[in-house]
């Protein structure tokens, strides 16, 4: 199966992230891919959403219908009632939503730099999406964001119930991304035996009048811990590559640790 992973660095106003991401189109089609992996907060880096509040479903909705691929992973702001989640939306080529996953385990991290909270702005999710891509369902997607990826026990959990490719779109920061990110990344390709798909946000964005630089390095990793891409720390734009069933089945036939 045909993926691309998608690094930005995405800004507050929704507009000109979905223009940026319209503006890989024809790249994205000439390379026949079948999944657009999105980084977190794509839509809009925003604590607390666009003001006045937008809902962000159509907008993704459509930009499926432009690309003609199914958007993986990517997450934008989304209120239900009076609670805000960060929810990663999964849409067919046709603009259909497929699943979707509400963020389970929230950020909270001290650093010497800055403190930061999500719980302060968002409602964590309580349940796993697994998903499924029509015409390629020899691949099981677990899906997680961006801190999520702390927990293994999240991962063997859906590694326990089919999945076998890792989606964590994410936002790291700079000293957390520098300290652990690579690590986490192929350690939970490694123990799951699975592809891992790492969309990350790059580089700087001014959010609520705070300085935020994000890490970068958008990854994929085999399931045998193998990096194929490495998108680097600043760059934006698609990458793509190929992911091969045979490939899991061989590494999972090798090692039970499953």
Same mark, same amino acid.
């Given at each position: $199966?045909?993926?691309?992973?998608?690094?930005?660095?995405?800004?507050?106003?929704?507009?000109?992230?979905?223009?940026?991401?319209?503006?890989?189109?024809?790249?994205?089609?000439?390379?026949?891919?079948?999944?657009?992996?999105?980084?977190?907060?794509?839509?809009?880096?925003?604590?607390?959403?666009?003001?006045?509040?937008?809902?962000?479903?159509?907008?993704?909705?459509?930009?499926?219908?432009?690309?003609?691929?199914?958007?993986?992973?990517?997450?934008?702001?989304?209120?239900?009632?009076?609670?805000?989640?960060?929810?990663?939306?999964?849409?067919?080529?046709?603009?259909?939503?497929?699943?979707?996953?509400?963020?389970?385990?929230?950020?909270? /991290?001290?650093?010497?730099?800055?403190?930061?909270?999500?719980?302060?702005?968002?409602?964590?999710?309580?349940?796993?999406?697994?998903?499924?891509?029509?015409?390629?369902?020899?691949?099981?997607?677990? $899906?997680?964001?961006?801190?999520?990826?702390?927990?293994?026990?999240?991962?063997?959990? $859906?590694?326990?119930?089919?999945?076998?490719?890792?989606?964590?779109?994410?936002?790291?920061?700079?000293?957390?991304?520098?300290?652990?990110?690579?690590?986490?990344?192929?350690?939970?390709?490694?123990?799951?035996?699975?592809?891992?798909?790492?969309?990350?946000? /790059?580089?700087?964005?001014?959010?609520?009048?705070?300085?935020?630089?994000?890490?970068?390095?958008?990854?994929?990793?085999?399931?045998?811990?193998?990096?194929?891409?490495?998108?680097?720390?600043?760059?934006?734009?698609?990458?793509? /590559?190929?992911?091969?069933?045979?490939?899991?089945?061989?590494?999972?036939?090798? $090692?039970?640790?499953?």
């Amino acid at each position: $199966m045909k993926i691309g992973i998608l690094q930005l660095n995405s800004q507050l106003d929704p507009k000109t992230n979905l223009e940026k991401i319209k503006s890989y189109a024809s790249k994205i089609k000439n390379e026949g891919v079948v999944a657009l992996f999105l980084p977190e907060y794509f839509y809009s880096f925003s604590a607390q959403g666009s003001t006045p509040f937008v809902d962000p479903l159509e907008d993704i909705c459509q930009l499926a219908r432009t690309l003609g691929v199914f958007l993986v992973g990517g997450s934008a702001v989304t209120k239900v009632g009076d609670r805000l989640y960060n929810r990663a939306y999964n849409i067919s080529p046709n603009g259909e939503l497929l699943s979707y996953y509400d963020k389970i385990n929230l950020f909270v /991290c001290n650093l010497q730099s800055a403190s930061y909270d999500e719980s302060k702005h968002y409602t964590g999710g309580t349940s796993q999406t697994l998903l499924t891509l029509e015409g390629h369902e020899d691949f099981t997607i677990g $899906m997680s964001l961006c801190f999520d990826l702390r927990f293994p026990e999240h991962f063997r959990s $859906m590694s326990g119930r089919g999945a076998n490719v890792l989606s964590i779109a994410a936002a790291f920061t700079v000293p957390t991304g520098l300290a652990h990110w690579h690590t986490l990344v192929r350690a939970r390709a490694i123990e799951n035996q699975a592809y891992v798909i790492a969309a990350a946000q /790059c580089g700087v964005v001014t959010c609520n009048s705070t300085r935020k630089e994000t890490f970068g390095h958008s990854l994929v990793v085999d399931p045998w811990g193998e990096v194929l891409i490495d998108a680097g720390a600043s760059e934006e734009g698609p990458w793509f /590559c190929d992911l091969q069933r045979s490939l899991i089945d061989d590494v999972r036939s090798r $090692m039970k640790v499953l």
